[in-house]
């Protein structure tokens, strides 16, 4: 019954405040980050974060690949939603190469990155039910997530990491069954999101669980770097897509949906409403894109052979097309030096690539410019003086990606 | 009324005559380079002024260029002015041996862990910074993995033949003595590790 | 609630609402049925593992859509998935596991009691995956000792279903005297545990 046994660490008697390690492996923390918590009863007096549980060295390994190996990794920055980095990605090589892409490509990539928005968003928003204990809505939603893997499938090939598209336009049209997919997920979602947002918008308990909790004020979040839902839920109606088109978005009719107080509640709901956004910009590309008839509707990449890969059986049979194809795959093409910041409309936010090219077939520095990684700072101003369970819902509302935290 | 480019260089240049040079606009973005002991003088105008208002910082990252002596390791500030939608790239430069530069987490939070990352991938010292330590590698690491030196792949690996990967041994990529093929080398010629993989320091 | 029409066109006929398990060999009279108490307990055992998933990046959201209705794997007995090692059977290492993981992987596995099965689901769990880097683990298998590894990057839930299968089999046909002997003694002395 003597203390000699139990060696307390130095300062622990006099402490009035409780450490709990909301460890790296926890059912609440989405992907690997470790938060320990100062508590004084149930209320956190400070936390403190530590990531790098997952760093794979992106940047690193970008230094020794070909631009077009690189969007292999950038898939793997949030997973959630990879066609959009994908996309981004090839822009930023555009830019740098001077590529153009016709309207046709631009249209399909919008459509592309919508469906992908909105499977970010369902996830994020049904983990935000989860962690508040209401598991039905996740595994209703799960399903049209599988119908947008499906329509990615038909497109490329996978379903999660899809590197989809090249630089100058996709690597195969949209084939029918594509566009039928399209067509069913058009007819079919909007019901479904009805009964998801019937779920919990005007929920008590959601309601009770959210408000008010994880506020932040406009001005501290535009000073933290914020961007994204996160930053509309604020106030601020900052989008890449408006500010800065990219891909013809300028063409499309949208609203950005913007939240007042900053806190949980307003982030579900912002990123509710940008599905019901998304959904709309979706059906403008798909009937925009259905107006192209004849050779017009056989366009799916830019006239680049430099740096798109020509048809095989134009390898075989000609001259040129043999040369473009040695030089692409042997490295060799002539790749401007320079320097050039590319952002677009994650799922989180603002998704950079800062890219310094030598002339060189790996690029001299690609650095990723990645949301989660900036907003995820501003954790502990969120959660000063909050309850041990507003701490995980703002966690999850968050829409925290480990991969796009670690790079 | 546009805020310009040349009307941003305009004032900067009445503002700190003769400390910012490098003036470029590679792809429509205004680059401009300072020393580096005018960081944060450079980054409060540009935040205070009212007329170029950059209140945002998009993004805060390291280079290392490793043939400039002096000034091997760069940091490169992107803000942007929300208002009137104009971005700027700002870099300042140290000498890798003395890698001291001011922070600018008073100014901006977001730096706070932007510039951690920088200080664990190149090791820059930012002086003033609250919580300077390791962010995303392990913390008893004690090297600076993204300067241009060090390898990619881990070294201290047994298990895995240089020869295959075209890495040391007798003949490969390694032993060339023409520069034209170390173009996208990550080891410098004169910087290349000793039979361990670790520098030859 | 629609659902969207499933991928196969060519429908099989439902032959039973409700699949049993397969007896095992046995002398069976009225009354009573003599088998081998190795396989009862497998057969117990293997139709009722209770997983902990692992999940650190890409392959985790892939194991959310194998957990999901549409490729359910509740149906083979894990329906209750655990996050406390004490109380699970089956480590299932999602995902890139980094240096700085590594440690807390090999904790997790510590706390599991006998017995106890491992899964390396995905590229990276299984070798490192496409990151061969200074940061990245090559591999669980460094630090504790996998049963099945699942290759993909990210594997497709079926193919996660089939690993699943596999370390059925495995459960299945596990000797009851495998946990106290010399062999498997000597694989944990190898990677240091006790």
């Given amino acids: 019954m003597s203390e000699q046994h139990i060696k307390l660490p130095e300062g622990s008697i006099e402490k009035t405040t409780t450490t709990l390690n909301l460890g790296p492996t926890h059912p609440a923390t989405h992907g690997v980050m470790q938060n320990i918590l100062e508590l004084d009863g149930e209320r956190i007096v400070s936390t403190e974060q530590t990531i790098g549980y997952i760093h794979r060295a992106f940047e690193k390994i970008a230094e020794r690949r070909p631009l077009a190996q690189i969007t292999t990794l950038t898939d793997r920055l949030n997973y959630c939603s990879s066609p959009i980095n994908n996309m981004g990605w090839h822009l930023t090589c555009e830019k740098l190469l001077g590529v153009k892409t016709p309207k046709r490509v631009d249209y399909l990539r919008v459509i592309i990155m919508e469906l992908s928005r909105i499977s970010d968003h369902l996830i994020c928003n049904s983990i935000v039910g989860v962690d508040a204990g209401a598991y039905t809505g996740f595994l209703y939603v799960m399903q049209y997530r599988e119908l947008i893997y499906e329509i ?20 195969r049209n949209f084939n029918n069954i594509a566009f039928e997919k399209i067509e069913k997920f058009l007819a079919e979602y909007p019901r479904v999101l009805k009964e998801f947002e019937n779920l919990f918008q005007r929920n008590r308990i959601f309601m009770d669980r959210t408000k008010g909790t994880g506020a932040i004020s406009a001005e501290r979040a535009l000073n933290y770097g914020f961007t994204g839902p996160n930053l509309r839920a604020a106030g601020v109606d900052y989008d890449v897509r408006v500010h800065s088109p990219y891909s013809s978005y300028e063409d499309f009719d949208f609203t950005i949906p913007v939240g007042t107080t900053g806190d949980n509640y307003d982030r579900w709901l912002v990123r509710e409403q940008e599905m019901w956004q998304s959904l709309s910009i979706i059906e403008q590309a798909y009937r925009k894109v259905q107006e192209f008839k004849g050779a017009a509707a ?23 097309a043999l040369i473009y194809h040695f030089k692409i795959i042997m490295g060799e093409t002539d790749i401007p030096a320079g320097e050039v910041y590319q952002s677009v409309e994650g799922g989180n936010g603002e998704l950079g690539f800062y890219l310094i090219s030598d002339g060189g077939r790996s690029p001299y520095r690609l650095h990723f410019r990645r949301p989660c990684f900036i907003y995820y700072q501003a954790y502990e101003e969120l959660t000063k003086g909050a309850m041990l369970s ?3 819902m703002t966690m999850s509302s968050l829409n925290l990606i480990a991969g796009e935290l670690d790079a | 009324m546009a805020l310009s480019n040349e009307h941003i260089k305009q004032r900067l240049t009445e503002k700190f005559p003769d400390q910012v040079t490098g003036f470029e606009e590679p792809y429509g973005m205004l680059t401009f380079e300072a020393p580096k002991d005018l960081n944060l003088k450079v980054l ?16 805060l990252c390291g280079v290392h260029n490793p043939h ?14 929300l208002e009137d939608n104009v971005r700027i790239r700002f870099k300042v430069s140290t000498d890798i041996n003395q890698p001291d530069i001011y922070t600018a987490t008073g100014l901006f939070s977001a730096a706070n862990w932007m510039e951690r990352e920088t200080y664990d991938f190149y090791g820059v010292n930012f002086v003033g910074h609250p919580n300077l330590k390791r962010i995303l590698n392990v913390d008893e690491m004690d090297y600076f993995p993204m300067r241009k030196e060090f390898p990619l792949e881990d070294s201290t690996r047994i298990d895995k033949d240089d020869e295959m990967f075209g890495r040391g041994g007798t003949q490969g990529f390694g032993t060339e003595t023409n520069e034209a093929d170390h173009r996208n080398s990550v080891i410098a010629e004169n910087e290349k590790n000793d039979e361990t993989g670790r520098p030859i320091v | 609630m629609s659902r969207p029409v499933s991928y196969n066109l060519i429908k099989k006929p439902l032959v039973d609402d409700i699949s049993i398990a397969e007896m095992p060999a046995g002398q069976q009279g009225e009354g009573f049925f003599a088998t081998k108490l190795n396989d009862v307990i497998g057969l117990a055992r293997k139709n009722s593992i209770w997983p902990l998933p692992f999940a650190t990046s890409c392959c985790g959201i892939e194991f959310m859509a194998t957990m999901g209705s549409h490729y359910d794997l509740a149906r083979f007995g894990s329906e209750r998935v655990g996050f406390s090692p004490r109380q699970c059977d089956l480590l299932m290492v999602m995902g890139t ?8 992987v090999k904790q997790v596995y510590l706390q599991m009691a006998e017995p106890r099965w491992v899964i390396a689901v995905g590229a990276c769990a299984c070798s490192g995956g496409i990151f061969d880097s200074y940061s990245v683990l090559q591999g669980i298998d460094q630090v504790i000792p ?49």
């Fill in chain 3, 146 to 194: 996998v049963d099945v590894y699942v290759p993909g990057c990210p594997p497709r839930p079926e193919a996660i279903i089939d690993g699943v299968m596999r370390i059925q089999d495995l459960v299945g046909k596990e000797s009851l005297r495998r946990r106290n002997g010399q062999q498997y003694k000597g694989l944990l002395e190898s990677y240091g545990i006790q």
């Fill in chain 3, 97 to 104: 596991i980094a240096k700085k993981m590594g440690p807390v």
């Fill in chain 2, 44 to 59: 409060n105008f540009l935040y205070d002024d009212e007329e170029l208002k950059f209140r945002f910082m998009t993004d």
């Fill in chain 1, 298 to 320: 056989d366009v799916y990449h830019a006239d680049v052979p430099e740096y798109y890969l020509p048809e095989k059986a134009d390898v075989y049979t000609k001259m040129e």
């Fill in chain 2, 68 to 81: 400039n002596k002096a000034k091997e390791l760069v940091v490169v500030y992107h803000l942007h002015n």
């Fill in chain 1, 390 to 392: 507003d701490a995980i």
């Fill in chain 1, 152 to 171: 990615y499938e038909e497109v490329c090939g996978a379903r999660l990491t899809t590197n989809m598209g090249r630089i100058g336009g996709f690597e």
